[in-house]
C-alpha cells in the first residue's frame, strides 16, 4: 500500500498554506496566509477561490451538517480573534477578543460545541453560536493542537513537551504525560481504535493509549515531524514534514514513504472514506493522497488496487491475472468464504470466485466503513443506516436496530457475524455484547455481561447453532469463551495480542505471551474443564513481537502480520480438521481410527471432547483411556451401564459438573432415590433432606447413610432439622431400605 501523490505545480497560494480541512462532498479546502482560502477538486485539481479573509488565518474547521450541505465554518486569526461564517459567505458571530495572541487551533464537536487554543495557554469552549461557555484550561504556556475525545467529554491538547487529556465534566481528574523531547506540534485521537499519535520537534511521530502508554516511537527523522493524522478507519496514519510525505500503518511501521519537494507539510486532513489524504504544503501547493496498492489475499487468489478505480485479479496457482475498472473510486475491499465484496461511494459490487465476469451489484445509500463476512451472508455497516445484512445474490436479508452506537467509528474488532447471530459491542456500555438474529435482525432477549471493557469479539463459524461460542478479550488482554445462549465465561489466555477462530471447525488459535496458541476444541471446556489444557498445543515463536495481529486462520494455515510489517504464517496439524469432519457426520469408527493412525495425545483429548459434547459415550471411553483418564473411564463405564436414558442423562451432566440439572433431570423424571443418593455423595445433607420431605420419599434411607456418615467420621448431628427427622423416625432397617432401593431401580427398568 502506497500513496499516488498528485500536486497541480501551476495553481497553489501565493503565501505559505497552514491548514486544509475536507467538506462532506470530498471537497478540499486549504487556509493560506494569502487571505484566502480555496476550494479544490482531489481528482482534476483544479481549485476556486471560497472566501477572502480580512486577516492572517491560522487554522479553521467545518462544523458537518446533512449530506450535500456544511452549516458553519469556523475560522481563526493570528490576532485572537475567530469567526463564524456560512458556507454561503454570511458571516453569523465574530468574536475579535476571544485569545490574547494568535489561536493556534480550532475545532468543532459532533454536538455542535467550539473548542479554541492558543498562545496566552488558554483552551475556551464556545457554543455553536460562539458563545464563552468555560475557559477550560489556562496554563503558561501556548497550546498547539486540540483534539476532542471520541465521546465529546473530554479534549486532548498538547503544549510543550507533554500531551494532556482534559474531561469536560468538573471534578474528574486530568491525565498528562511527557510525550516528546522537545515541543509536541500536533496530536490526534481516533475515534475507531481509541489510539492517540503525536509529532514533535525532536523529529519523531510517537503511538500512545488514552493512558499514555507508548505502544510505538519512530527512529528520528533529519527534519522536525511537523504534522500527523489518523485515517477514520483507524488502520493507518500520515505523517508529514519538510519534503516528506509517508503512510504508516496504525502498529507504527512505514507502507511508503515519498519526496514531495513542496517544502514542509504543516497540516494533513483525511477524507471521511480514508481513501485521500491532503496535505497543506509550505510552499503555498495542497498535497492529494491517493491510497493505492492495497492488497488482500484468499485463497489462490490475490487482489491488488491498482489504481483509485481498477482492481487487478491475480490466480496465484493458475497464474492467470484479469483487470477490473469501477466508475468511481474503490473505497472498501473484503475476501472471504470464495467471495469478493467491493464497495464504492454509491455501488456495492459481489464477485464469486466461480464467475468473476458477472458481478451482482447493488446501490447503497451511504458510506460503508466495514465489511464483515461468514459464510452466508455479509455485513455492510454504513454511517447512517447501520448494519446492512445481505446474503452473496445481493439481496437485503435484515437491518438491525441498534441504538447508541457511531456506525461512522465502529471498529470492526467491535463487531462478529455468523450465519445465525450478529454480535456487537454496545455502544452505551462496552463491558456488554448485545445479539442480533441474522435473518429478522430483532436484538435477543440474552447479552453478555463481562466485569472489564470488551476490546474484541469474535464468533465461531461452526454450522450447529447449538454450538455457537464467543471469544473476546478484555482491557486486561485476557482471552475469554463463553456460549452465546448462557453465560458461562471461562478464561483461556493471558497477554493476547490477537486472536481468531478457525473459518469453519471450531479450532481457536491465539498470540499469547510470544507464543502461539491453539486449541483443537476449546468447546471441551464445557463438557471437562480437565481436557482444555488437553487439547492446547503452544509454540514459542521468536519472530513474533508484540502487538502481532492474525490476519486469517483458514484450513491448516495461520497467517501473522509482525509489528515491523512482515506477514508469516503458521501451520496447524491437518488432523484436527479431519477429525471434526469425521465426528460431524457421525463416522465416529473413523475418527477412532484416525486418533490410532496419529497417536498424537491432543488429537484424543478433543475427540473425548466431541465424542462427550455429542454424547457418544462408547467413543468417550476409548478416547478417555488413551489420554490415561482412569477416573473419568470409570463414570463413563457407570452411565453406559444404566438403562434409563433419563438417568443416562443426568449422570452426565453430573459428569459435566452439572450438578442442578442432573438433579432436575432426576426430579422430573420422578428418580427421587437417585437425586437424593446424589447429592447424598456430594455432602449436600440439606438439599438431600429438602427433597425427602418435599416428595415424601426415602426419607429413612436418608437418615440411615447420614447416621452412618457420622459414625464413620465420629462426629455428632449438628444439623436441626435432622435431629428432628430421627426423632420422627427413631428406627429404621437396613434391610428393608435395601428392598426398597431395589423395588425402585427394577421400576426404573420397567419404566
Known amino acids: 500500500m502506497r500513496f499516488k501523490i498528485k500536486v497541480n505545480e501551476n495553481t497553489k497560494h501565493a503565501d505559505i498554506c497552514t491548514s486544509v480541512k ?7 479546502y486549504s487556509l493560506s496566509d494569502d487571505y484566502t482560502i480555496l476550494k479544490w477538486d ?42 463564524l461564517q456560512q458556507k454561503t459567505g454570511k458571516v453569523e458571530k465574530k468574536e475579535k477578543e476571544a485569545h490574547k495572541g494568535a489561536i493556534i487551533s480550532i475545532k468543532w464537536s459532533v454536538d455542535g460545541s467550539l473548542a479554541t487554543c492558543g498562545e496566552d495557554g488558554a483552551l475556551k469552549i464556545w457554543s455553536k453560536t ?87 516511537a519512530s527512529a528520528p527523522y533529519d527534519y522536525v515531524i511537523t504534522s500527523v493524522a489518523w485515517s ?8 508529514g514534514a519538510y519534503d516528506m510525505l509517508r503512510l504508516c500503518d496504525k502498529t507504527g511501521w512505514t507502507y511508503s514513504f515519498h519526496k514531495t519537494n513542496q517544502g514542509s507539510i504543516l497540516n ?14 509550505g510552499n503555498g501547493s495542497v498535497i492529494f493522497g491517493h491510497v493505492v496498492e492495497r492488497c488482500i489475499t484468499y485463497d489462490k487468489w490475490e487482489i491488488t488496487l491498482t489504481e483509485d478505480n481498477k482492481i487487478q485479479i491475480i490466480d496465484l496457482i493458475d497464474e492467470m491475472n484479469s483487470e477490473f475498472d469501477f466508475k468511481e473510486r474503490v473505497i472498501n475491499m473484503s475476501m472471504k468464504y470464495n467471495n469478493l465484496i467491493i464497495t464504492t461511494s454509491s455501488h456495492c459490487y459481489i464477485y464469486s470466485f466461480r464467475n468473476w465476469n458477472t458481478p451482482y451489484i447493488f446501490d447503497i445509500r451511504d458510506s460503508v466503513s466495514q465489511i464483515c463476512q461468514c459464510a452466508n451472508y455479509f455485513c455492510l455497516v454504513e454511517v447512517s443506516s447501520g448494519i446492512m445484512v445481505y446474503n452473496y445474490e445481493g439481496r437485503l436479508i435484515s437491518n438491525p436496530k441498534i441504538q447508541g452506537t457511531k456506525f461512522e467509528h ?58 455457537r461460542k464467543l471469544a473476546f478479550v478484555d482491557q486486561n488482554r485476557d482471552l475469554h469463551i463463553t456460549p452465546v445462549h448462557k453465560k458461562d465465561i471461562v478464561k483461556l489466555a493471558a497477554m493476547t495480542d490477537s486472536f481468531l477462530w478457525n473459518e469453519k471447525f471450531d479450532m481457536l488459535c491465539a498470540i499469547s505471551d510470544q507464543r502461539f496458541v491453539v486449541w483443537y476444541y476449546p468447546t471441551s471446556v464445557y463438557v471437562d474443564r480437565d481436557l482444555l489444557e488437553q487439547v492446547k498445543v503452544s509454540k514459542e515463536c521468536t519472530d513474533l513481537t508484540r502487538n502481532s495481529q492474525i490476519l486469517s486462520f483458514q ?39 484416525l486418533c490410532r493412525y496419529v497417536k498424537e495425545h491432543t488429537l484424543w483429548a478433543a475427540l473425548a471432547g466431541l465424542s462427550l459434547q455429542f454424547k457418544e459415550l462408547n467413543t468417550a471411553e476409548i478416547a478417555l483411556a488413551a489420554i490415561e483418564a482412569a477416573d473419568k473411564v470409570l463414570f463413563i463405564q457407570k452411565i453406559i451401564n444404566v438403562e434409563s436414558e433419563k438417568a443416562k442423562s443426568a449422570l452426565l451432566a453430573l459428569f459435566f459438573k452439572r450438578p442442578q440439572e442432573a438433579e432436575n433431570i432426576y426430579t422430573q423424571a ?11 455423595k456430594l455432602y449436600k445433607w440439606e438439599r438431600a433432606l429438602d427433597l425427602a420431605l418435599q416428595y415424601n420419599v426415602h426419607q429413612d434411607t436418608l437418615l440411615a447413610y447420614r447416621q452412618k456418615y457420622l459414625e464413620l467420621t465420629s462426629q455428632q448431628e449438628t444439623i436441626p432439622r435432622f435431629e428432628k427427622l430421627a426423632y420422627d423416625i427413631k428406627k429404621y432397617d437396613w434391610v428393608e431400605i435395601k428392598n426398597k432401593i431395589k423395588q425402585e431401580k427394577a421400576r426404573e427398568q420397567q419404566s
Not at 475536507?22 to 478540499?28: D, I, P
Not at 477514520?232 to 505523517?239: E, I, K, L, Q, S
Open 268 to 281: 494533513i486532513a483525511w477524507t471521511s472514506d480514508g481513501t485521500i489524504c491532503a496535505g497543506a504544503a
Open 555 to 593: 484450513d491448516t494455515m495461520v497467517q501473522i502480520r509482525r509489528k515491523d510489517g512482515a506477514i508469516m504464517t503458521q501451520s496447524v496439524s491437518p488432523y484436527p480438521a479431519l477429525l471434526f469432519e469425521a465426528c460431524e457426520r457421525g463416522k465416529w469408527e473413523k475418527a477412532i481410527k
Open 22 to 28: 475536507w467538506g462532506l462532498n470530498n471537497e478540499a
Open 232 to 239: 477514520p478507519n483507524g488502520d493507518y496514519f500520515a505523517v
Open 410 to 467: 465502529l471498529s470492526h474488532k467491535k463487531i462478529a457475524i455468523s450465519n445465525d447471530l450478529l454480535a456487537l459491542v454496545d455502544g452505551g456500555n462496552n463491558k456488554v455484547v448485545k445479539f442480533y438474529e441474522m435473518n429478522s435482525g430483532k436484538a435477543l432477549n440474552f447479552t453478555v455481561e463481562h466485569s472489564l471493557e470488551i476490546l474484541e469479539i469474535n464468533l465461531n463459524q461452526t454450522e450447529m447453532i447449538g454450538e
Open 42 to 83: 482531489p481528482n482534476s485539481l483544479e481549485s476556486s477561490k471560497f472566501v477572502d479573509l480580512e486577516g492572517y488565518g491560522t487554522d479553521f474547521d467545518f462544523l458537518q451538517g446533512q449530506r450535500g450541505s456544511t452549516d458553519l465554518v469556523a475560522i481563526a486569526f493570528s490576532d485572537g480573534s475567530f469567526i
Open 670 to 680: 420422578k428418580l427421587y432415590y437417585r437425586a437424593i443418593k446424589m447429592n447424598i
Open 130 to 216: 460562539g458563545i464563552i461557555r468555560s475557559n477550560l484550561v489556562q496554563i503558561d504556556k501556548p497550546i498547539y493542537c486540540i483534539v476532542w475525545s471520541p465521546d465529546n467529554d473530554g479534549i486532548l491538547y498538547c503544549s510543550d513537551k507533554m500531551i494532556y487529556i482534559k474531561p469536560l465534566q468538573a471534578g474528574q481528574k486530568q491525565v498528562q504525560w511527557k510525550a516528546h523531547d522537545g515541543l509536541v506540534l500536533k496530536v490526534d485521537w481516533n475515534h475507531t481504535n481509541n489510539l492517540i499519535l503525536s509529532c514533535g520537534e525532536d523529529c519523531k511521530y510517537k503511538v500512545f493509549d488514552t493512558y499514555g502508554r507508548l505502544l510505538f
